[in-house]
């Protein structure tokens, strides 16, 4: 017989028929494998879905289908109610709707999708001098009245110290409340104190903001279709010239008919195009017919490079390192299309304020300066509006 050769197995450690015993070494980090914790995976989202103008009889019908109101309110723009909903265990989300749409045939219904804003993390944000600091270029928005929804607001923030600002919030009590920067950093943009660390484009006008956002389970903040539209309804109530949303999203029928209902009767929406790119999907509600959609460009004129493009861009504004309020009561820079769009709304509160035949929107656009390819583009919109033009 031939004598063996010593061949080795698979196993680099071993020969054929002999393996020798593990070091102690191996053994110790075999224990520390095995012993290692198993990472528990985060629960799955709760289905949920809302539906609008919900009559009293669909109400029922809907809860027969073994549907759970997980809140609901009333409605100023429509007779009926509003009401998030959990579906059964185990229904899939085509056939919830469908049940829905059986039991409420006379309601708006969609899936109850989640909408944010955008906040650089803070290891972005410049630690040193922030950036451009804005000054009350529409002081002749004295006496306007502007709407946001966004997250809290702080109003002890210096920025925001003595200024007129009637603050609200719209969150079921299942929910934590929502993180104040962003909604801090908007408000200041509006109606940031003269002499302050974070001045605004118009200190004296008076600001309704909605908080209608809350701290989801991935510790981000966040809003869904049932808190926003629940929150537009109620600005339906509110004189305000225009209404800020410095959020973005994907597109809800619920949400598109209370965008809708509010633009038909005459309430000027201004919504962030978004921070995902220019080859990205429209997001909404910047998207909706008749929203007027904002995007970013820098001090020099040119597109941010996250901005968002497309045929629905209205106008474009500064929104790169902008200098707001952020925390222990100093400044910040700020970048993103939700800091563009303020700019426009300030605009807008300063025009609403003078009786003329000519539409807002066309009063805007022929303030703006032409950018890019002649007359309206999908990156510059209409143009670049600058906020001293307003009181022109």
């Known amino acids: 017989m031939a004598p063996w050769t010593g061949r080795r197995s698979r196993n680099a450690s071993c020969f054929l028929f002999y393996c020798p015993p593990r070091t102690r070494k191996v053994r110790a980090t075999a224990q520390r494998r095995r012993a290692a914790p198993v990472v528990a995976a985060p629960p799955p989202v709760r289905r949920e879905f809302v539906a609008f103008d919900v009559s009293a009889d669909e109400r029922a019908a809907i809860t027969r289908q073994r549907f759970s109101v997980v809140a609901e309110g009333p409605l100023t723009t429509r007779p009926g109610r509003i009401l998030r909903l959990s579906a059964p265990e185990g229904m899939g989300q085509r056939t919830a709707l469908r049940r829905l749409a ?15 804003s955008f906040l650089r993390p803070a290891a972005q944000q410049r630690r040193a001098a922030p950036g451009r600091m804005l000054s009350a270029a529409v002081g002749c928005a004295a006496g306007a009245t502007v709407a946001m929804i966004d997250t809290a607001v702080d109003p002890a923030h210096p920025a925001l110290s003595g200024a007129d600002v009637n603050m609200l919030a719209l969150r079921a009590p299942d929910r934590q409340p929502s993180a104040s920067r962003h909604g801090t950093a908007v408000a200041s943009m509006l109606i940031g104190r003269e002499g302050s660390p974070a ?12 908080d209608a956002f809350h701290r989801d389970s991935a510790g981000l903040d966040a809003t869904d279709a049932f808190d926003l539209v629940r929150a537009l309804d109620l600005l339906a109530s509110q004189q305000a010239a225009v209404i800020n949303l410095s959020l973005t999203g994907p597109d809800n029928a619920v949400l598109a008919r209370m965008i809708a209902t509010l633009i038909d009767a005459g309430r000027l929406i201004v919504a962030a195009a978004g921070n995902d790119g220019p080859r990205a999907r429209p997001l909404y509600p910047a998207a909706y017919p008749g929203v007027i959609a904002v995007t ?14 497309g045929d629905h861009i209205a106008f474009a504004a500064l929104g790169v390192d902008l200098a707001l309020a952020g925390r222990n009561g100093g400044a910040e820079a700020y970048t993103g299309t939700s800091f563009a769009a303020p700019t426009v709304s300030a605009m807008i509160a300063a025009k609403s304020l003078k009786d003329t035949a000519t539409p807002l929107r066309e009063r805007l656009a022929a303030l703006a300066q032409d950018r890019g390819d002649p007359g309206r583009d999908a990156v510059y919109g209409y143009g670049i509006v600058q906020p001293a033009d ?3």
Do not use: K, M, S, T
């Open 102 to 116: 059986e039991a409420a045939p006379g309601a708006v219904l969609a899936r109850n999708d989640r909408y944010r």
């Open 199 to 210: 001045p605004g484009l118009a200190p004296a006008a008076r600001l309704v903001a909605i």
């Open 296 to 309: 970013a460009v820098d001090e020099a004129g040119q597109p941010w490079r996250r901005a968002a493009r």
């Open 390 to 392: 307003a009181c022109r």
